[in-house]
C-alpha cells in the first residue's frame, strides 16, 4: 500500500454546459477505510469508498457548478470543465490543475481559522474563549477584510458571488461559537473533572448539584447584558434568510439561519408561545413559516421541525395534524418519504403499540434479544459512558433494581457507546459492577431499534409490558419517584 502524504483527486469531465455528466476518481493513499462523500448542501451526495489501496473511482450522472464537500478535504468548488489534482500539504490541501485557483484560495481563508480551532469539544481554542467581545469582533471583522480581499484574486464572478456571501457567515459562525463557550478557562476545568470522577457508590444525594456548580465554576468571564445585546444583534439581525442559491451552497449559511431560528424560537413573542405551547419545536413552525419567505429554505426547516416534533413525541394523536400539515405542503420526495417513516415508527412505538425486537451482545458476547423476556415487565434504559445525565441515573437505578429484585421485572441496559467503544463499555460496566441485563446497541444511535423510538437524545427510558405491548415509550426516570409508584402498581 502506498504511504505517500498526498491526496490525488481527478476529475474526467464531458461537455461544457452548466450541468454534465461526470467521473471522478483518484487515490487516498496510506488508508483502505476510507469512507468519504461527494456531497453539496441541496441533498446531493456519493460516496467515495477506496479499495485497499486507496483507489477510488466515482460516477456522478450530473454535476452542478458551485460548493461541495469532500471528505476530510472539506469544501471545495467545482464546474464541469474542472479537472483538479489535490495534494495534502501540512495541515491544508494544496490543489493544481484547472479549476486550482479557486479552490487554493477557499485553502487560504481557512489558514486563520485552523489557527483559532481546536479538538477540544469547543470549536476554537481556550485562549480564544477568554478574548473579550472589544477585542474578538475586530479580530473576526478582519478577517472577512482580508479574506475578501483574497477572493478578488479570482475573475470567476459565480465564484466570487458565492464566497463573499460564505465569508461573512463563516465570521458569523465563528463569533456564535466563541459566544456558546466564552469565559471558559481551562485552568479552571480540575473541579468538574474530579466532581465526574467520583465513583458511582461514593456520591452523595446533591451530586447533581455539585456538577453544576463545578460546571458553572469553569467560567472565568462572562459578558456583560449590553455586551451581549449586541453580539446577539450583529449574529441574528441585518442579514436575508432568503437565499436560495447561497443556501443550495453554503452550510456555513444553513447553519446560521439554523441558529437564527433557535434564537428567535427564545426569546419576544416566540418565547411566550414556546412557553404556552410548551414545545419549542411547535413555536419554531410557526417562526420559520412566518419569518422565512424563501419556499425551498422554509420546506427544508419545516422538514428537520416537524421530523424533531415526531420524534420526540410519546404520542401520534399530538402531532398528526403538524404531520399532516407538512405532508400536504412539501414536494420533496426524500423528505415526504422521512417524515412519513418517523411517524409510522412513532405509531409502532407508541403506548399500546407492540414493542420491535431486537438482538444486542451482552458482557459475555451473548446474544439477548427483547423477545426472550417475554412473560415480565422490562424497564430499558438507553445510555453511553460518555453521558453525564446517563451517569447521574445509575446510583438510583441500581437501589431500584435491588429493591425490586424479587419482582416480575427485568431492568435491561442497552449502551449506546459506538461499535469502537465496546471495550471502553465492558470496562465501566465491570468497575462499576452494573447489574440487571446488560448491552450494547450494534449501531450506537443507527440501531434500529433506537431509531424506531426516535432517540436522539439520552438518558431515555422506556416500560414494556409482559405481553411485550408497550406501556410508556419515554418513562420516569430512576430518580423520579413516580417511576417507583408506577412500578409498584403494576407489580403488586
Known amino acids: 500500500m502506498k504511504t505517500s502524504a498526498y491526496l490525488l483527486l481527478v476529475f474526467l469531465i464531458t461537455g461544457s454546459a452548466k450541468i454534465t455528466n461526470a467521473q471522478v476518481t483518484g487515490v487516498i493513499p496510506g488508508t483502505d477505510k476510507s469512507k468519504w462523500s461527494l456531497s453539496n448542501n441541496d441533498g ?37 470543465s474542472y479537472s483538479l489534482i489535490i495534494k495534502k500539504v501540512n495541515d491544508g490541501y494544496e490543489f493544481s490543475g484547472n479549476g486550482s485557483l479557486e479552490n487554493n484560495l477557499i485553502q487560504q481563508i481557512q489558514i486563520p481559522l485552523n489557527r483559532m480551532n481546536s479538538n477540544s469539544g469547543y470549536g476554537v481554542k481556550f485562549s480564544v474563549l477568554l478574548t ?107 442579514w436575508d434568510m432568503n437565499n436560495e442559491l447561497l443556501f443550495k451552497n453554503s452550510s456555513s449559511y444553513s447553519y446560521a439561519i439554523s441558529n437564527r431560528i433557535n434564537f428567535g424560537t427564545r426569546s419576544g413573542e416566540y418565547k411566550q408561545l414556546s412557553d404556552s405551547l410548551k414545545n419549542p419545536d411547535q413555536a419554531k413552525l410557526m417562526f420559520i413559516r412566518k419569518e422565512i419567505g424563501n419556499d425551498y429554505i422554509k420546506d427544508y426547516f419545516l422538514y428537520t421541525t416537524t421530523l424533531s416534533l415526531i420524534r420526540k413525541s410519546k404520542s401520534s394523536a399530538k402531532v398528526e395534524s403538524f404531520y399532516k400539515e407538512y405532508l400536504s405542503s412539501t414536494k420533496v420526495p426524500s423528505r415526504l418519504q422521512d417524515v412519513e417513516q418517523a411517524f409510522k415508527n412513532l405509531k409502532a412505538t407508541e403506548k399500546n403499540a407492540i414493542v420491535p425486537d431486537f438482538t444486542y451482545t451482552n458482557p459475555d458476547n451473548q446474544q439477548v434479544s427483547l423477545k426472550s423476556m417475554r412473560g415480565s415487565y422490562v424497564y430499558i434504559d438507553l445510555w453511553a459512558t460518555w453521558c453525564a445525565p446517563c451517569i447521574a441515573e ?36 465491570k468497575d462499576n459492577d452494573l447489574q440487571g441485563i446488560q448491552l450494547i446497541a450494534d449501531n450506537d444511535f443507527k440501531s434500529e431499534f433506537v431509531k424506531k423510538f426516535g432517540v436522539n437524545s439520552i438518558p431515555r427510558f422506556l416500560l414494556i409490558g409482559p405481553d411485550g405491548i408497550v406501556i410508556d415509550n419515554d418513562a420516569k426516570r430512576p430518580s423520579n419517584p413516580e417511576l417507583q409508584k408506577q412500578l409498584d402498581a403494576l407489580l403488586k
Open 132 to 238: 473579550e467581545p472589544e477585542k474578538f469582533i475586530p479580530i473576526m471583522d478582519k478577517y472577512k477584510e482580508l479574506a475578501l480581499l483574497a477572493i478578488d484574486k479570482s475573475s470567476n464572478k459565480f465564484f466570487k458571488t458565492l464566497m463573499r456571501e460564505e465569508i461573512n457567515y463563516i465570521r458569523l459562525n465563528k463569533i456564535y461559537n466563541w459566544k456558546l463557550f466564552y469565559g471558559l478557562d481551562s485552568t479552571r476545568m480540575d473541579s468538574l473533572k474530579k466532581t465526574l470522577s467520583i465513583p458511582l457508590a461514593a456520591r452523595k444525594k446533591d451530586h447533581t448539584q455539585q456538577l453544576q456548580n463545578a460546571y458553572l465554576y469553569q467560567f472565568s468571564k462572562k459578558m456583560t447584558a449590553e455586551e451581549k445585546k449586541q453580539v446577539d444583534e450583529l449574529l441574528f439581525s441585518g
Open 394 to 429: 445509575i446510583p438510583d437505578l441500581k437501589k431500584l433494581e435491588l429493591k425490586l429484585k424479587e419482582k416480575n421485572i427485568k431492568f435491561v441496559s442497552i449502551s449506546l457507546d459506538a461499535p469502537a467503544e465496546k471495550n471502553k463499555w465492558l470496562s465501566y460496566v
Open 44 to 80: 446531493w451526495s456519493t460516496p467515495v469508498t477506496t479499495d485497499q489501496d486507496g483507489n477510488y473511482t466515482v460516477q456522478i450522472k450530473a454535476l452542478k457548478k458551485g460548493m461541495y464537500s469532500l471528505g476530510e478535504v472539506g469544501e471545495i468548488y467545482l464546474e464541469p
